[in-house]
């Protein structure tokens, strides 16, 4: 046999086994039943079998992958390696569920449940290992087609398929908007959407019209840009402040119509922007890991509990408004005491270091031995919501003060404050990135000695860095203090800080649209889908190392960082093709 | 260059901060400790039983601290993903002492059981430290500081909360071996016989780690690899090979830590390597990170600290309930070691090294 088809063969037999590993782990996590419970395709197919899919896929998609040195083989071969390695990750499942069926698996695996079997066999039993292998098998030719095929087909076709993901996912959250419209966008929400999912009508319309999209783009696109950029300077920009305004309409007035679990989802966003743009000054433009930053954050939401709060540790009763430049000070001399003593440190010290630092703030605020001013485990209840208007005095202990006008009570409103502070920030963030202080922080970045001979006051920068970061931090913690109208030392974890770190890593170190996109995904998708949030740091975990695998710049990189990274030099020992003894 | 006067300000600011933390830190453990010891509220056999139950705590934290020192030698960078490693140890070995305790095997043969269950979990931890090794860092080591480092983090969440997905939140109890329970009287003091099985075994594997790094040839080649990775490849030495051999003996060694550590405290669950994680990277630095019997004592010594400190010093500034700032204790070590003495008490001089 032809050497490169033996090779080939092999290949697809190890990916296979890889595949069919990674399958195996994804049962066994749980996280194939969890998901199993939301469908994707009403009926038919479920987010748990996406994931059993989309690595069987993978399996051929891989192998079929040449790269670039290797003589090119038919597609046919390819086609064939690919169902070859989609059958072998289908023996591996196959072999588990024989398995289970012989020794209770679940005595040491909790996830190797009824349910997962059930959605492994596709509810035939035993007889359905033969479909899993049969599945696996077609599964894994379907991937190696998709990566066969000419790009003119290739594209269209997984535009689609992920077009229906992304629909279907999202389809639980505006099947409720369009239902509550009666007449036509009733009707449509009816026929396209399910409760959780797309009908199986909603999802061939779905894959049609995006596909067609797609196809028609990468035809007729480059015309109709061309075409475009002739207009005069006017128009472009009269079209880009429709796209903004639509934009900003929809913003303003989501509330109004979603409800307020959706109002809630994207506070949060907000507040973790807020954090991010903070930490975007010192570890993104700055280059300096504060793994401990969730203490400024606490520093904001202790002030404005203190400050505020008509419980018993309320030390002050003055108004939010009021409290909140407070907090931001507070954060920001917390970061220069904080910064002080790792200025001499350097990569992962510094992280350590602040980790540390993180650790023992959240360690004293919660102690009883500075319990008498912080609240100690129990925290501090009773913040008084922010008031537009007037705010009546102070009763007593326990009592929330009356508020003449508009209270800011609950996560509809405050929503208003999130965003605005959330522009309002990310405006002051790409300033100081254009600044000469920005450009100050880069310098650092880069290389700190010689930025040292190049006249950058090392100390200086590095303490604004910490600074200018923590009061980003102090705002966000003091808006989430008085949305949730309590404070407990033990949420101010070494996890926010996690959070905030991989919300950078994912969007984008030192871009600013970077971490707007990083919030939405790394903190909207667990908390509007309930399944994620199960699986956060599982995710999170992943995001992290695939990202640094695979785009270190992130989701949206800023264009110094890319240029930093070699990420947009072909041919360059960048991370990403860093050459290796192995393999 | 010409310092202007701002930031010869600023370099006293910080040389003025840094004293102060210094002299402040000392002070309340010298006070602390003299008013303590005036009011006499511990005995002479409290006192031993702390530092008993410190240098059991510590050994474990040495053999840990033995894969972050070995790791960074020869890599420079922090395995983050090492606490991780030493928690799915724990639970490798549980599983086995688990049906070995119910079967009552555990009674019948307990040496054999627990060497059994102290061998699968150095199994199972050095598996899992390969797998991240080969996914995680080899493909990013000639990427910038920065890179690996996120990777190690984002591994060790992933490991966290996949155990967490196989096993669940709840936590595991090893069994009771009933051998290893009650005291000996030793000189007339009753010591936990728990603790002193726990620290002796730890310092048997430790020798027996020492002598592989300093007597035999993969040690010199692991040394040799440490100092300069490229002359090693130059002298003919598989890096890569040895890489993985550091990994896996780092590994295997905070395997048995875990399995010695669920004994001990009897509780397993999939965040506990977090915090022992910390304190062992503090051992680690404290004893000279990259150096194998700094980390030893750096663990020994930790443990003691901690678990005396809370008595003996934050109790007589009359703290309520110090020991929940136990952790802290450790967390202020590790800042100060690495404020004012990074090359640890036995030192190897590595954190100024350009990142």
């Known amino acids: 046999m032809n050497k490169q088809l033996r090779l080939t063969f092999g290949k697809a037999v190890r990916t296979g086994l890889i595949g069919g590993i990674v399958a195996l782990f994804l049962c066994l996590v749980g996280i194939v039943e969890i998901f199993g419970k939301r ?374 409103e405050i929503y208003y404050l999130a965003i605005i502070c959330a522009i309002l920030v990310a405006f002051v963030a790409s300033r100081l990135r254009d600044s000469r202080l920005g450009r100050a922080w880069m310098a650092i970045r880069e290389d700190e000695d010689v930025a040292e001979a190049l006249g950058v006051n090392l100390i200086q920068t590095k303490l604004l860095a910490y600074m200018l970061g923590a009061s980003f931090a102090g705002l966000s913690g003091a808006i989430f203090g008085t949305l949730v109208g309590s404070i407990f030392a033990s949420s101010m974890q070494l996890m926010v800080s996690i959070n905030v770190v991989c919300l950078i890593i994912v969007g984008g170190m030192g871009s600013i649209p970077g971490v707007v996109v990083g919030a939405l995904v790394l903190i909207g998708l667990p908390e509007a889908f309930r399944e994620f949030s199960e699986y956060r740091f599982l995710f999170y975990g992943a995001a992290l190392i695939v990202m640094m695998l695979v785009k270190p710049g992130g989701l949206w990189p800023s264009s110094i960082v890319q240029r930093e990274l070699h990420l947009d030099v072909k041919n360059d020992t960048g991370p990403n093709n860093a050459p290796t003894s192995a393999d | 260059m010409r310092t202007t006067l701002t930031e010869k300000i600023g370099e006293v600011a910080v040389a003025v901060f840094l004293w102060g933390f210094r002299i402040l830190v000392v002070s309340v453990v010298i006070i602390g400790t003299i008013l303590t010891i005036r009011e006499g509220k511990y005995t002479g056999v409290q006192w031993i039983d702390f530092i008993v139950f410190g240098i059991a705590r510590g050994s474990i934290y040495a053999m840990i601290a033995l894969g972050y020192t070995m790791v960074y030698g020869i890599l420079r960078m922090i395995n983050f993903a090492h606490s991780e490693v030493f928690m799915s140890g724990a639970f490798g070995g549980y599983f086995l002492a688990n049906a070995m305790g119910q079967s009552g095997f555990l009674d019948k043969y307990p040496v054999l059981g627990l060497v059994a269950a102290v061998l699968v979990g150095m199994l199972v931890s050095a598996g899992v430290a390969l797998l991240v090794e080969r996914i995680a860092y080899r493909p990013l080591r000639k990427a910038p500081r920065l890179v690996p480092l996120i990777s190690a983090i984002g591994a060790s969440f992933f490991l966290q909360y996949t155990f967490r997905g196989f096993f669940g939140p709840g936590i595991y109890a090893y069994p009771n071996v009933k051998v290893l329970s009650g005291e000996w009287n030793i000189f007339g003091i009753g010591i936990l016989k728990m603790q002193v099985v726990v620290a002796v075994a730890a310092f048997i594997m430790m020798a027996v780690l020492y002598t592989i790094v300093m007597r035999t040839k993969i040690g010199k080649a692991m040394r040799a690899v440490s100092e300069n990775k490229d002359v090693a490849a130059l002298m003919g030495i598989d890096v890569d090979g040895i890489i993985v051999a550091t990994f896996g003996v780092g590994a295997a060694m905070a395997g048995a830590a875990g399995v010695l550590y669920a004994l001990m405290f009897r509780q397993v669950n999939f965040f506990m390597g977090f915090t022992p994680g910390i304190k062992a990277f503090t051992s680690a630095v404290l004893g000279g990170i990259g150096n194998v019997p700094g980390a030893m004592v750096g663990g020994i010594v930790l443990g003691i600290f901690e678990s005396i400190g809370p008595a003996l010093f934050l109790d007589g500034l009359g703290i309520i309930r110090p020991y929940q700032l136990q952790d802290a204790i450790a967390y202020i070590m590790l800042v100060m070691v690495l404020l004012f003495r990074p090359s640890g008490i036995v030192g190897e001089k590595l954190t100024t090294k350009k990142a």
């Not at chain 1, 907000?270 to 520093?299: K, Y």
Request: charged fraction near 10%.
């Open chain 1, 39 to 412: 469908s994707l395709i009403e009926g038919l197919i479920s987010l748990g079998h996406v994931f059993l899919f989309l690595s069987l896929l993978a399996t051929g998609f891989v192998t079929a992958s040449r790269k670039s040195d290797q003589a090119p083989l038919g597609r046919l071969w390819l086609s064939l390696a690919g169902t070859i390695s989609g059958a072998v990750a289908g023996i591996v499942l196959a072999l588990f569920m024989l398995l289970g069926s012989v020794i209770n698996i679940r005595a040491m695996f909790i996830h190797a449940s009824p349910d997962l079997y059930k959605i492994l066999s596709f509810g035939r039993g035993m007889a359905g290992v033969w479909l899993l292998l049969l599945v696996g098998a077609a599964l894994g030719a379907l991937g190696a087609l998709i990566r066969v095929l000419p790009s003119r087909i290739q594209k269209p076709l997984m535009q689609g398929f992920i077009g229906i993901l992304l629909v279907g996912l999202f389809a639980g959250l505006v099947r409720p908007l369009l239902v509550a419209i009666p007449g036509l966008p009733e009707a449509l929400g009816r026929y396209l959407f399910g409760q959780t999912g797309l009908t199986q009508g909603g999802a061939l319309i779905t894959f049609i019209l995006i596909a067609g999209i797609v196809a028609f783009w990468s035809a007729r696109g480059k015309t109709v840009q061309a075409r475009v950029a002739k207009w005069p300077r006017s128009g472009q920009l009269a079209l880009r402040w429709v796209f903004f305004g639509l934009a900003g309409v929809l913003a303003l007035t989501l509330p109004l119509f979603s409800g307020p679990f959706i109002a809630q989802v994207i506070v949060l966003i907000s507040l973790n922007i807020l954090m991010g743009l903070g930490l975007n000054i010192t570890l993104g433009f700055a280059g300096l890991l504060d793994l401990g930053f969730v203490a400024f954050f606490a520093m904001g939401a202790y002030t404005v509990g203190l400050l505020t709060s008509y419980g018993e540790y309320g030390l002050a009763h003055i108004s939010f408004w009021a409290v909140v430049p407070i907090a931001i000070l507070v954060a920001f001399m917390v970061g220069a005491f904080l910064g002080l003593p790792v200025l001499g440190m350097r990569g992962d010290y510094l992280a350590i270091a602040t980790l540390g630092f993180g650790e023992i703030v959240r360690l004293l605020a919660g102690s009883d031995f500075l319990g008498k001013w912080l609240g100690g485990p129990q925290g501090v209840i009773g913040i008084q919501k922010p008031c537009l208007g007037i705010l009546g005095p102070y009763v007593g202990l326990g009592i929330p003060r009356v508020c003449h006008g508009l209270e800011l009570g609950g996560p509809k």
